[in-house]
């Protein structure tokens, strides 16, 4: 696809009004539905590519753009970036990211995966899952999605799913975190973490663990959280273990606007499990990883973007206000 040039600027985060969008199918009842054209992002768009998913995209300039995880045809794990105008058709640079490091303990880049990217302040902040003698939260900004410069890495391993606030808290950058082992954790509870620097982190605060039978065996925070007068609203994913493997749900919960590692609700039922051929057939089976959320405040609409199967980006759509509802009415 090509893409129109663009503006630099960074986006008013008070004004979206050209987010995807498609309505409610007629009868469905769910708090999120899924886009009738997923899977947006198939696991070839770009030729090097054995699967594309578990990515991250924002508004940007009059578009969009996105920081994607990329397998290559060598099982390579890779972040690639990418644009588009509507936030459905995709131009993703075949070339991966090479962050500006210049300390080499940190820099030697091994492998990488699911980011998540947000705008604070002046900059668009990258976070993910970053190779450091086994997995941690890597940490970068940009400001034109052309450069990307690499600052400290925000854990020890083992780390996994690092998410920030869209907003400093208590003065300090904010960042929730799965802590995890090097293989495929099967535990898994999501803590909060703060920064005033981006480079030492403290305060951490235990936020929760598994509860319901469909979570039960972990948890991960997702997109960016939303801030919403009810409070933080945390779209998360959490992991069964059955007798086919783990199975990949997404679940809701509201956090407290000041004191975030309090939750204040939590629905004991998740908002979207793994039924379609594309989430549950491919690489890894039965997985819809949430990553990334796009909101339009004045309307409440939500885009949320998310892997299906390991193998492809898919997008689900919802109101803020009836996502807020589904919590009240199933909280634990």
Same mark, same amino acid.
């Given at each position: 696809?090509?893409?129109?040039?663009?503006?630099?600027?960074?986006?008013?985060?008070?004004?979206?009004?050209?987010?995807?969008?498609? $309505?409610?199918?007629? *009868? /469905?009842?769910?708090?999120?539905? %899924?886009? &009738?054209? +997923?899977?947006?992002? @198939?696991?070839?768009? =770009?030729?090097?590519?054995?699967?594309?998913?578990?990515?991250?995209?924002?508004?940007?300039?009059?578009?969009?753009?996105?920081?994607?995880?990329?397998?290559?045809?060598?099982?390579?794990?890779?972040?690639?970036?990418?644009?588009?105008?509507?936030?459905?058709?995709?131009?993703?640079?075949?070339?991966?990211?090479?962050?500006?490091?210049?300390?080499?303990?940190?820099?030697?880049?091994?492998?990488?995966?699911?980011?998540?990217?947000?705008?604070?302040?002046?900059?668009?902040?990258?976070?993910?899952?970053?190779?450091?003698?086994?997995?941690?939260?890597?940490?970068?900004?940009?400001?034109d999605f052309k450069s990307f410069h690499q600052k400290e890495?925000?854990?020890?391993?083992?780390?996994?799913?690092?998410?920030?606030?869209? $907003?400093?808290?208590? *003065? /300090?950058?904010?960042?929730?975190? %799965?802590? &995890?082992? +090097?293989?495929?954790? @099967?535990?898994?509870? =999501?803590?909060?973490?703060?920064?005033?620097?981006?480079?030492?982190?403290?305060?951490?605060?235990?936020?929760?663990?598994?509860?319901?039978?469909?979570?039960?065996?972990?948890?991960?925070?997702?997109?960016?959280?939303?801030?919403?007068?009810?409070?933080?609203?945390?779209?998360?994913?959490?992991?069964?273990?059955?007798?086919?493997?783990?199975?990949?749900?997404?679940?809701?919960?509201?956090?407290?606007?000041?004191?975030?590692?309090?939750?204040?609700?939590?629905?004991?039922?998740?908002?979207?499990?793994?039924?379609?051929?594309?989430?549950?057939?491919?690489?890894?089976?039965?997985?819809?990883?949430?990553?990334?959320?796009?909101?339009?405040?004045?309307?409440?609409?939500?885009?949320?973007?998310?892997?299906?199967?390991?193998?492809?980006?898919?997008?689900?759509?919802?109101?803020?206000?009836?996502?807020?509802?589904?919590?009240?009415?199933?909280?634990?």
């Open positions: 696809m090509k893409t129109t040039k663009k503006s630099h600027l960074p986006y008013n985060p008070a004004v979206l009004e050209n987010m995807p969008w498609e $309505e409610r199918p007629i *009868g /469905n009842k769910d708090p999120i539905w %899924r886009f &009738s054209g +997923n899977p947006v992002i @198939p696991r070839n768009s =770009i030729p090097i590519a054995n699967s594309i998913f578990n990515s991250a995209v924002v508004p940007f300039g009059e578009g969009y753009a996105g920081v994607f995880r990329v397998d290559d045809r060598s099982r390579n794990m890779r972040l690639h970036v990418g644009f588009s105008d509507d936030g459905l058709k995709w131009d993703i640079h075949e070339t991966a990211i090479e962050f500006i490091c210049a300390d080499e303990n940190i820099g030697d880049f091994i492998y990488g995966y699911d980011p998540r990217v947000v705008y604070i302040e002046d900059r668009y902040y990258i976070t993910w899952c970053n190779y450091y003698h086994g997995a941690t939260i890597g940490v970068a900004w940009t400001k890495n925000a854990f020890l391993p083992f780390n996994r799913n690092g998410v920030l606030f869209p $907003e400093k808290i208590n *003065g /300090n950058f904010a960042m929730m975190s %799965r802590p &995890s082992d +090097n293989g495929h954790t @099967p535990f898994g509870e =999501i803590f909060y973490s703060e920064s005033p620097d981006l480079a030492f982190w403290g305060k951490h605060r235990w936020i929760m663990k598994p509860e319901s039978n469909w979570e039960h065996t972990k948890i991960g925070p997702g997109p960016i959280p939303i801030k919403t007068p009810e409070g933080w609203l945390m779209i998360y994913h959490g992991v069964l273990n059955s007798c086919n493997g783990f199975v990949y749900s997404m679940g809701a919960a509201l956090l407290d606007l000041k004191e975030p590692w309090k939750v204040l609700q939590r629905a004991n039922s998740y908002m979207l499990a793994p039924t379609e051929i594309y989430e549950c057939v491919g690489d890894v089976q039965n997985v819809t990883f949430p990553c990334a959320a796009l909101h339009e405040p004045k309307t409440g609409r939500l885009g949320i973007y998310y892997g299906g199967a390991d193998t492809v980006v898919a997008l689900a759509f919802g109101y803020v206000h009836e996502i807020i509802d589904f919590i009240k009415q199933n909280n634990l």
